[in-house]
Nanobody
Framework: QVQLVESGGGLVQAGGSLRLSCKFP????????MGWFRQAPGKERDFVAA????????IYADSVKGRFTISRDNAENTLFLQMNSLKPEDTALYYC?????????????????WGQGTQVTVSS
């Protein structure tokens, strides 16, 4: 079973930073568009950012634009999310996701593989 493994979540004060990582082993990583999503309690899973395998397409949700940076290391099969200037409303379970091909989507239903999530909590 394909599994993505996230890490890097934690508790941070407002204004702080965290860096999330996601490993996607055993695949031709560069063939996959990768995304980050987040889900707060009682809410739907929301798109955060996505990056194509060739790095030619990068897209962010308006709520994180200018604060978060998505990146990837294709040699290490690893996806990153650098989160700066964190706000309490960023508190959520963060998931990485993968879909084969170069197209990116904001809909979670378009992604085929998911991790278990890593919790990010931002205190005020």
């Amino acid at each position: 079973q394909v599994q993505l493994v996230e890490s890097g979540g934690g508790l941070v004060q407002a204004g702080g930073s965290l860096r999330l990582s996601c490993k996607f082993p055993g695949r031709t990583f560069s063939s996959y568009t990768m995304g980050w999503f987040r889900q707060a309690p009682g809410k739907e899973r929301d798109f955060v950012a996505a990056i194509s395998g060739s790095l030619e397409s990068i897209i962010y949700a308006d709520s994180v634009k200018g604060r978060f940076t998505i990146s990837r290391d294709n040699a290490e099969n690893t996806l990153f999310l650098q989160m700066n200037s964190l706000k309490p409303e960023d508190t959520a379970l963060y998931y990485c996701a993968a879909r084969y091909g170069s197209s990116w989507y904001v809909s979670a239903a378009r992604y085929d593989y998911w991790g278990q999530g890593t919790q990010v909590t931002v205190s005020s």
